[in-house]
């Protein structure tokens, strides 16, 4: 199974800020790399497809790069709503796994 | 509007089996693999298996092989997870979600993009 480790596990920031989420993959994934953001008691909801490609009705402060083995998701200008936990999960080969989440708290 | 509505939540004995049922409203099964996603009180997400749209090919995790299946109903347009041998680690929200077929623009696939409600089960005596 390919494994996928989020770092870091926890990040507090403010409005305004730029984060950025890191997600490792223990082999190459290409781009089969997709990133969900969840909100307590909500279902997952997907912002990036591909490594970069942005959902329909993501706004545009969310962004998606990398390549390989190393993915990043960066969110510019926090915004009170962006509060929540961040998976990745690659698509690469069965089973589909996921990171072990980043919670992102306001600071 | 694409929706997946779930069945309601339960509380299940150790040993026993559940099915969870989404169904599917806006466009028909035959359309998208569907995805089953679970997450343990406090835990991340797990992901369980996928159907493909025509129902004839389905993919689990090594973990979980033997103890559940997927399956579909095109005349109600529901899909349905069953998990046996229920255990209290099994405790968990239950979610189904949608990936569209082919590839995008990039030549890579989409992801879950649509997820239904989550359902939730409790393993306990």
């Known amino acids: 199974d390919i494994q996928m480790t989020q770092s870091p596990s926890s990040l507090s920031a403010s409005v305004g800020d730029r984060v950025t989420i890191t997600c490792r993959a223990s082999?190459?994934?290409?781009?089969?790399l997709n990133w969900y953001q969840q909100k307590p008691g909500k279902a997952p909801k997907l912002l990036i497809y591909?490594?970069?490609s942005l959902q329909s009705g993501v706004p545009s402060r969310f962004s998606g790069s990398g390549s390989g083995t190393d993915f990043s998701l960066t969110i510019r200008s926090l915004q009170y709503e962006d509060f929540a936990i961040y998976y990745c999960q690659q698509t690469y080969s069965i089973p589909y796994t996921f990171g072990q989440g980043t919670k992102l708290e306001i600071k | 509007q694409v929706q997946l509505v779930q069945s309601g939540a339960g509380v299940e004995n150790p040993g026993a089996s559940v099915t969870v049922s989404c169904k599917a409203s806006g466009y028909t099964i035959t359309s998208y693999s569907m995805h089953w996603v679970r997450q343990a009180p406090g835990q991340g997400l797990e992901w369980m298996g996928i159907i493909s749209p025509s129902g004839r090919s389905t993919s689990y995790p090594q973990k979980l092989q033997g103890r559940v299946t997927l399956t579909r109903d095109t005349s109600t347009n529901t899909v349905y997870m069953e998990l046996s041998g229920l255990r209290s680690e099994d405790t968990a929200v239950y979610y189904c979600?949608?990936?569209?077929?082919?590839?995008?623009?990039?030549?890579?696939?989409?992801?879950?993009?649509?997820w239904g409600q989550g359902t939730t089960v409790t393993v306990s005596s």
């Open positions: 591909a490594a970069s």
């Open positions: 082999q190459s994934i290409t781009r089969y």
């Open positions: 979600a949608i990936q569209p077929l082919g590839y995008s623009s990039t030549g890579f696939p989409y992801g879950l993009d649509v």
